[in-house]
């Protein structure tokens, strides 16, 4: 938990800096062409984009360090606070990887279920409906697949591509256990966040080590790309 209120406070500023730049850029947009006596809006472009990317590594960082913490735990052993506060860049950037690449197969899948529509528009209206149950219940499917994207892409694989493809591999036999873990997941999330943000912040630990229990008893309890070993 301690940690965790070290990554917020460390994202604070990046949250601050993006809102400033957004809102430079909408005050400009508002009085194009006059003189606004503020920021150009090519700088508050680049606050914007400062702003994000700051708050992605912030994000990746804290992600890696408890996926970090909950595996030593795991192990029996009491993590330091050096566990979870190392920076690792390669792992780092292979969760950014498989993270981009789960939005690309959706987003590919939403786009080829848009165009089969337009396509059954042209015979029959009614028809429309059938490309977006197929999207839905592929993207449900998609989704519990998925469920240890985080852990797989940081413990369990050195190819994001090969991350995904794994948990489709290893989860497809255990499809409906794991969608019942989603489900059970979701209702803790729902209670935790009647307490507001406060629920929500006490649960993110044990709900991260429930997680990470799970997908040991599925994939093994073997570091495979070295997250554990010291850079």
Same mark, same amino acid.
């Given at each position: 938990?301690? *940690?965790?209120?070290? /990554?917020?406070?460390?994202?604070?500023?990046?949250?601050?800096?993006?809102?400033?730049?957004?809102?430079?850029?909408?005050?400009?947009?508002?009085?194009?062409?006059?003189?606004?006596?503020?920021?150009?809006? /090519? @700088?508050?472009?680049? &606050?914007?984009? +400062?702003?994000?990317?700051?708050?992605?590594?912030?994000?990746?960082?804290?992600?890696?360090?408890?996926?970090?913490?909950?595996?030593?735990?795991?192990?029996?052993?009491?993590?330091? *606070?050096?566990? *979870?506060?190392?920076?690792?860049?390669? $792992?780092?950037?292979? @969760?950014?990887?498989?993270?981009?690449?789960?939005?690309?197969?959706?987003?590919?899948?939403?786009?080829?279920?848009? %165009?089969?529509?337009?396509?059954?528009?042209?015979?029959?209206? #009614?028809?429309? +409906?059938?490309?977006?149950? #197929?999207?839905?219940?592929?993207?449900?499917?998609? %989704?519990?697949?998925?469920?240890?994207?985080?852990?797989?892409?940081? &413990?369990?694989?050195?190819?994001?591509?090969?991350?995904?493809?794994?948990?489709?591999?290893?989860?497809?036999?255990?499809?409906?256990?794991?969608?019942? %873990?989603?489900?059970?997941? #979701?209702?803790?999330?729902?209670?935790?966040?009647?307490?507001?943000?406060?629920?929500?912040?006490?649960?993110?630990?044990?709900?991260?080590?429930?997680?990470?229990?799970?997908?040991?008893?599925?994939?093994? $309890?073997?570091?495979?790309?070295?997250?554990?070993?010291?850079?």
């Amino acid at each position: 938990m301690l *940690f965790q209120i070290l /990554v917020g406070v460390v994202t604070l500023p990046f949250i601050g800096i993006a809102v400033l730049g957004g809102a430079r850029i909408a005050a400009v947009k508002e009085v194009a062409g006059l003189n606004t006596g503020g920021l150009h809006p /090519v @700088l508050g472009y680049l &606050l914007l984009v +400062v702003g994000l990317i700051g708050y992605i590594i912030v994000v990746l960082w804290g992600i890696v360090g408890l996926i970090r913490g909950a595996w030593t735990a795991l192990d029996g052993q009491k993590p330091d *606070f050096a566990v *979870f506060t190392r920076w690792d860049q390669t $792992s780092s950037w292979r @969760l950014l990887g498989s993270l981009i690449l789960y939005i690309v197969v959706v987003a590919a899948a939403s786009v080829i279920a848009y %165009l089969i529509g337009l396509g059954l528009g042209q015979i029959n209206q #009614a028809l429309i +409906v059938i490309p977006s149950i #197929a999207l839905a219940i592929f993207a449900i499917w998609f %989704l519990v697949t998925q469920q240890f994207l985080v852990q797989n892409s940081l &413990l369990g694989s050195k190819n994001s591509a090969n991350a995904l493809s794994s948990g489709i591999d290893v989860i497809n036999p255990s499809w409906w256990i794991v969608l019942w %873990l989603l489900i059970v997941e #979701a209702v803790i999330h729902a209670i935790a966040a009647t307490f507001h943000y406060g629920g929500l912040f006490v649960m993110v630990p044990a709900m991260v080590c429930i997680s990470t229990a799970a997908y040991r008893q599925l994939f093994g $309890s073997t570091d495979n790309t070295g997250l554990l070993k010291p850079n």
